[in-house]
């Protein structure tokens, strides 16, 4: 740092000069503190930063052998076939429901469950329930979608019980018009549990005389609930909104993959498993990479504009 | 400054070491030396020990190549580690490092795509040179020979040419046949009546109308389509002598109008789409399943492990039931050859390699493919080879227990149908000698070679139109759409995503082949 502040030979203005020599009077104060810094800011170098200088991929025909420097140069031909894809509208919009459907019914899950678990009293049972609701996180996607698969056949216990109400026995999976709704089902059923330990943790550190005070005013619980914690976890609720919002086209693929039929295709086929089909014919890395940029290009536009909106309407955001 | 260059040096060894793991020459130790081998060299190919560096993923055992390095003088170390398991990310992982290793076994496509770019030799240029077993192989047999060579002319890798005729077969339970009084389906109309008795009479004897006649693990009902003079996917129409793809023709329509009909009577298998790969134990293990297309060695298994449990089970092999022609026939057949060795441009030893694939065209290179070391493996019996006992009690799978040893590994070399024949079950041995002896199998279809532009609009293309095929399909079988009604927007939407295009290229493609095949 020394070295850059004092080499400069150009004049400079007094402030880009004052700030210099405000960092290093800093560094040389806190060294230890910025010693700790390194190994992050490495960490960001060479695993987040670094690999942007493959994003250039996106703009050629790659080959793994000729590598990133060999390959040659098509401008924007790997975004030109992305769009121009027959099937783009319908995978754009199969992606954004779905994305939508996991916005409306799998965020607000996790943080009912938070609450929920938050007025249980007896700590074992507490600690018991929350254990049983993490499990379903590290049962495999496989083991999942086939369990699904199973409930939904023709004989499955999903046909069992419906067909005492006097249904005809089908298979669910079959019928594109259900296709959100159990993968929705399957990723509720999988994640709450394990995604409502950050709001759980928002909870534990709400300070208890706000529930002593508001109880002394003559809030029953539900108000309790409304007035003091809502307000208190929503910072958390919007940052995990936020970030939400950042992988908005990037639903999960391999899920998707496991459970889909040509047959429901058209509610399950996203833009990523369509990707998927099209480099699995010839491996198509620019391609994948372009489309990687463009759900980038989107994701980034998207926190951008709900932070900017959250600062203004709720006073709390992530910058 | 100093203390940052040192940990990004340091962090960068720690990658380098875990990326660089294929790019070892560890070509000094050739010395380390093995107790029981006494050099041989009836085969030399080389004065002084040279050991080529391979690329083998999957089960690889060592002792056939080490036999084959005794013999010729040219050992192989394999470079993956054992531990590997994905085959595409070690592929990739060793083409980025930029490091190939001398020898080469990969998927001839994938080979290809590599080849144009200058990574692999093109071994045409030397055969004729170099090696004498491949170039007598090639010229007698001139549709492989153009199987294997690409669009621009040359060979750039030359496969594990498969033998044996036979793929899949169908298979009936025999035993509800002969409760029913009824005799194996030789016609589509017979097919018929008997899965409609499978499914009305209860063969099964449980009371309840809960059998599934007709189910196929492969989810895409080529056992009854194929009944209707078509093939799956792309294929050579002998007629015309083109290609045409079996799912853009008036006899798919029939075959789908008369499938529709039939799942919608219960004669296939309601969840054929998503059962996926257990199919056979599931439906056959509950007593339920009727009849599939499948393949002969893994299909037979299940008289052996059902028979205690299910009485008088007999899942048996039948003749192909008669295509509306009248012919009876088999669509499944095997490749000409999908792997083999290729030779790495960057390699010293081009033409050691070479003569090594040589080694593997020549008598004693074919019998130690096949059958293993003698005295080790097996032994001539009348002149001819025959596992040992030890070997053929192995309690592993028949591939495992080969590729452990070394046997039959995708090397450059030729199957010997013999050899699997040793291993078979009498029910599959039955299956396929029903299916050789009337000469039912097709011939393996050519084997396409495409240029990189070709290639790329391929990818684009026909993933829009496989999609909106395999959509179709589904939703015209379950009932979803009516095929009569669609069939004109179905062609018109295939033309309009490209396939007059896709069709062409392929026939280009196979003109391209006819011509390497006549020369």
Partial sequence: MRTESTSVKIPVNSKFKSYFSALYRDVKRDKALYALLILPVLYFVLFHYKPMYGLQMAFQDYSLYKGIDGSKWVGFENFRMFFESPYFLRTLKNTVLISLYQLVFAFPAPIILAVLFNEVIGKRLKKAFQTACYIPHFVSAVIVTGLVTRFCATNGIVNVIASLFGAEKQNYLTMPEYFRGIYTFMTVWQNTGFDSIIYSAALMSVDTSLYEAASIDGANKWKRMVHVTFPSILPTIVTMFIIKLGNFLNVGADNIILLYQPVTYETADTISTYIYRVGLENSQYSLAAAVGLVNGIVGLILVYVSNYVSRRVTESSLW | ?519
């Fill in chain 2, 1 to 519: 400054m100093k203390l940052t260059k040192k940990i990004i040096s340091a962090a960068l060894a720690a990658t380098l070491m875990v990326v660089s793991f294929s790019g070892c020459s560890e070509k000094e130790n050739t010395n380390v030396e093995r107790t029981n081998d006494t050099p041989d060299l009836a085969y030399k190919i080389s004065d002084k020990k040279i050991t080529l560096d391979l690329f083998y993923t999957g089960t690889y055992g060592s002792a056939v190549d080490d036999e084959a390095g005794r013999l010729t003088n040219i050992y192989v170390k394999n470079v993956v580690p054992a531990s590997t398991t994905d085959a595409t990310n070690a592929y990739n992982v060793m083409l980025a490092s930029g490091n190939i290793p001398d020898l080469v076994s990969y998927s001839i496509t994938d080979i290809e795509k590599e080849a144009f770019e200058g990574a692999f030799v093109a071994l045409d240029e030397y055969i004729d040179e170099l090696a004498p077993n491949i170039k007598k192989f090639l010229d007698e047999n001139p549709d492989k020979k153009a199987s294997i060579t690409s669009y621009d002319g040359h060979i750039y890798s030359i496969p594990l040419f498969e033998a044996g005729e036979t793929a899949a077969g169908y298979y009936i339970r025999q035993d509800w046949l002969d409760k029913l009084g009824l005799k194996a389906p030789t016609t589509v109309d017979e097919l018929y009546t008997v899965l409609k008795a499978f499914k009305e009479q209860d063969p099964n004897g449980n009371g309840i109308q809960d059998e599934i006649p007709f189910f196929q693990r492969s989810m895409n009902l080529m056992g009854i389509i194929s009944r209707f003079d078509l093939k799956d996917g792309f294929y050579v129409d002998e007629s015309s002598d083109s290609i045409v793809h079996g799912k853009y023709s008036e006899k798919y329509k029939m075959a789908i109008e008369t499938i529709s009909k039939w799942y919608k009577e219960g004669l296939i298998d309601p969840d054929i789409f998503t059962r996926g790969s257990n199919a056979r134990e599931e439906l056959l293990g509950n007593d339920i399943g009727g009849m599939t297309h499948d393949w002969f060695a893994s299909t037979s298994r299940y008289n052996e492990q059902l028979k205690d449990k299910i009485e008088g089970f007999n899942f048996a092999p039948v003749a192909p039931p008669a295509d509306i022609n009248g012919k009876v026939w088999e669509s499944s057949a095997r490749m000409v050859g999908v792997r083999g060795y290729a030779v790495s441009a960057d390699s010293e030893y081009i033409e050691e390699a070479i003569k090594y694939m040589d080694f593997w065209f020549s008598e004693p290179g074919l019998i130690l493919q096949s059958y293993g070391v003698e005295g080790k493996h097996f032994n001539y019996v009348d002149g001819a080879p025959v596992f040992t006992d030890e070997y053929l009690s192995s309690t592993k799978s028949m591939n495992e227990a080969w590729a452990s040893e070394g046997i039959t590994l995708y090397r450059s070399s030729v199957q010997n149908f013999d050899a699997e024949r040793q291993w078979m079950a009498p029910a599959a041995l039955e299956g396929a000698k029903l299916y050789i002896d009337n000469g039912y199998c097709s011939k393996p279809q050519p084997q396409l070679s495409f240029s990189p532009d070709e290639k790329k609009v391929l990818s684009t293309k026909w993933t829009a139109v496989d999609t909106y095929m395999k959509e179709m399909e589904q939703k015209w079988i379950l009932g979803k759409n009516d095929v009569v009604a669609d069939w004109n927007e179905y062609i018109e939407t295939c033309k309009s995503f490209g396939m007059e295009e896709i069709l062409k290229i392929y026939n280009d493609a196979y003109t391209r082949y006819k011509e390497v095949k006549s020369k």
